[in-house]
């Protein structure tokens, strides 16, 4: 229900006005010229109309109170609609009283604001329609407007009647269906589009996905033949360490025990000078020939150092120019430096012989990491192949060396032999004596070379042990600390040598095969599965929007179907009631509604224009038959007749779908006496359903209406408002 009007500054009404409507009639009269039409303009203007020309104006400022010599021009125009809520009419807005209010400035622009909130022009228009109040204005005719409906194209007069009829309502849901349709087929083309573009990374992904997962395997089989191998060889190490080494002391023993009996011997044989002298001399030469095996001995250390360093070099050299180094992953360094820790740990009284070969495990450690993260192939290369000409060159000098110490020995042996056997001939009667010092010294000669050889035994363990722990490192940035988790033995297989040596060789061919895979690589299969479902939440949404794009396509049919409907239903109740009100305001006759026929260039329309022409909604047609007249077209009607015409599909239109209240300016102007009461009468029926709003000179019109008020302008131009309650007047006049 219409409550109140509020006006500020729109056009000739300078001050704020208010109108209210509580009757279910009001009238508004005045003379000519006094703004009485303003207020229709202003209901217009209030509920969005946009068209300054239908508020009588050709711009925005012209709503605006141009000024006059009694008041200034206003900077806005603001009119305000107040409508009694309690029955929610607007259904979207939980409020008993609802004030939709529009303001315009000289700039030009323009404000809504439902409730004191700023809304937009749309939201208006959803607003209005939920209470069918329509864009179209069919419920507010302006003076000189009662035509309007006949003279209209048959599209526009189809919107009328939608609009009368509450189909907006429909229209604008099936708009906001069609609006999200579109936004979804955007967001399907989007995600298509994505879909495409994540397409060959997926692929590629998937082609490194299954390198990493080919070097995992190899990863696999590395650990598994590690755990075999490093089991076997640390218990070698082990046990055959503990065994040379219980060898060598039990030879050190024996050597002792040897010489010490060799020294007794001696000593019988210094009685003489001769016998002093070629014994000094023997025993020179044996000094001699223990200085020769000692420095032998050194040589052969040194020799088999420089073999151990050799070939580690020609491995690395070999690895080097096959691109062996692999980026070792972050969580493994923690893992590498508690190897590093781990080979340090030593007991305070370890010998001298381990805690070398801790301190060269981790040499050898920082030296791999350097070699693999902070230089260039091409470096490390080239300082291998130096390295590994050096150390041939010192293995050649080193062997020159051993040979010619060889000689020597040799030479002295021979000279020692000699000598023993002149000291020997010397005393004929002590030969049984130096004999015995021969066999002696002989069996010395033998202790002596079995320790040496039980030493140089050690010295290769050693070298095995270093080059077991330079595996265990690899093994380590290839495999992982997984490859070294495996339970040593307490004993050995009885198996040859050479069956280790054969997993050695395996176990190096399994780390080149994974160096050339690329390694291990946790970071692509991350990135893979992290796009293929990137790909599946895309294609789950794709199905998603396909799904939503289908239920609005489904809602869109439903709605053209429920329009279809309602609008067929529409029609018959509009033609119906539209005869019943012409026969009554022509005294007989008919007249009814029609869908426009098809174009007849329809043929000739290519097949895009057919659908372009299919898509449209026929427009509306108006046949009337005068009583004892024959009309062919509206064209041929006069101008009352034309009015009366008008006003019965007005009513006809509001009869069907009552909107809330009906604004009519003048449209009784053209009516007799006769035909004026019957205006009057139909009035009163239409006041059972709608507010009237009429603005009228005709008395029959103004005795119908429950307030009356009345339009004056002065001097000033401004318009003012008298206003009389008939009611309030009776009592007044009894």
């Known amino acids: ?79 305000a609609v107040v409508f009694d809520n309690r029955k929610r009419i607007f259904p979207k807005i939980d409020f008993d009283e609802v004030t939709i209010e529009r303001a315009v400035f000289r700039d030009g622009a323009s404000e809504y604001s439902v409730n004191g909130s700023k809304v937009r022009l749309r939201d208006v228009h959803e607003f209005l329609a939920s209470a069918n109040i329509g864009q ?37 849901k099936k708009q906001e269906a069609e609006r999200k349709l579109e936004k979804t087929a955007g967001n399907m083309r989007e995600v298509e589009i994505m879909r495409r573009e994540l397409a060959p990374h997926i692929r590629f992904l998937k082609k490194q996905v299954e390198r990493v997962e080919r070097a995992e395997q190899l990863a696999v089989e590395l650990r598994e033949s590690s755990h075999e191998y490093f089991a076997l060889e640390e218990s070698y190490l082990v046990v055959e360490g503990q065994r040379t080494e219980k060898e060598r002391e039990e030879a050190r023993v024996r050597l002792e025990r040897a010489a010490e009996e060799l020294r007794v011997f001696d000593e019988r044989t210094t009685n003489d000078a001769e016998g002093a002298e070629l014994s000094r001399r023997v025993r020179e030469q044996e000094r001699e020939i223990e200085r020769l095996s000692e420095e032998r001995a050194e040589l052969s250390r040194k020799l088999g150092k420089n073999e151990g360093a050799l070939e580690g070099a020609k491995q690395r050299s070999q690895k080097v120019a096959h691109e062996p180094y692999v980026k070792v992953p972050r969580d493994d360094l923690k893992q590498l430096r508690e190897e590093a820790r781990r080979q340090t740990e030593l007991p305070e009284d370890a010998p001298q012989e381990q805690v070398v070969a801790a301190l060269k495990g981790v040499a050898s450690l ?146 080149i095969r994974l160096e050339e895979a690329g390694g291990i690589g946790t970071e692509v299969k991350e990135e893979y599965e992290e796009t293929t479902g990137r790909d599946s939440f895309l ?10 794009a289908e239920k ?7 709605l053209d179907d429920e329009l279809a409907k309602t609008f067929a239903e529409g029609l018959v109740k509009v033609n119906r009631s539209f005869d019943e009100f012409f026969g009554l305001m022509f005294g007989g006759g008919s007249a009814k509604l029609t869908l426009e026929a098809p174009s007849e260039r329809q043929e000739e329309l290519d097949e895009e224009e057919e659908e372009s022409v299919r898509r449209q909604k026929p427009g509306i047609e108006v046949s009337v038959h005068l ?108």
């Open 1 to 79: 229900m219409l409550k109140r009007l509020e006006i500020a500054g729109f056009k000739s009404f300078a001050r704020k006005t208010a109108l209210d409507f509580s009757n279910a009639t009001t009238a508004i009269v005045g003379p000519n010229g006094s703004g009485k039409s303003n207020l229709a303009e202003a209901f217009r203007f209030a509920l969005g109309e946009q068209s300054t020309k239908s508020m009588r104006g050709k711009k925005s400022e012209d709503l605006i109170w141009s000024g006059s010599s009694a008041s200034p021009r206003a900077n806005r125009a603001a009119v």
């Open 366 to 511: 920082v030296d791999a990491f350097w070699n693999r993260f902070m230089r260039s192939d091409e470096d490390l290369l080239a300082d291998e192949e130096q390295l590994v000409n050096d150390l041939e060159e010192e293995r050649s000098e080193l062997s020159r060396t051993s040979s010619e110490l060889e000689g020597r020995v040799q030479e002295a042996r021979a000279k020692l032999s000699k000598m023993r056997e002149a000291s020997m001939a010397h005393d004929e009667t002590g030969r049984e004596e130096r004999h015995r010092i021969l066999g002696l010294a002989e069996g010395k000669a033998k202790e002596e070379s079995e320790l040496v050889r039980l030493e140089e035994r050690l010295r290769e363990l050693v070298l095995l042990k270093e080059e077991y722990e330079r595996d265990r490192r690899e093994v380590l940035a290839l495999a992982g600390p997984e490859a070294l988790q495996y339970e040593a033995r307490g004993s050995l297989p009885e198996e040859p040598r050479k069956a280790q040596e054969d997993r050695k060789r395996e176990l190096e061919r399994t780390k």
């Open 539 to 548: 294609e789950h949404e794709l199905v998603d929007l396909g799904a939503s």
């Open 627 to 734: 009583p004892k007249k024959r009309v062919q077209s509206l064209m041929q009607l006069s101008g009352g007749e034309r009015a009366l015409t008008s006003i019965a599909l007005i009513f006809a239109m509001s009869q069907v779908n009552p909107p809330p209240f009906l604004i009519l300016d003048e449209t009784d102007a053209a009516l007799d006496e006769a035909n004026s009461r019957r205006y009057g009468d139909m009035l009163e029926n239409l006041a059972k359903k709608s507010q009237l709003i009429v603005i009228t000179h005709n008395r029959e019109t103004m005795s119908r209406a429950g307030i009356l008020y009345g339009v004056t302008m002065g001097g000033d131009s401004m318009s003012k408002l008298l206003s009389v309650k008939f009611e309030e007047a009776v009592k007044v006049a009894k």
């Open 136 to 172: 179209t204005g069919h419920h507010i005719i302006s003076q000189g407007e009662a035509d309007r409906i006949l003279l209209a194209q048959p599209r526009e007069r189809r919107a009328m009647l939608e609009d009368a009829l509450g189909l907006k309502v429909f229209e604008f």
């Open 552 to 558: 609005l396509r489904g809602l869109i049919d439903d």
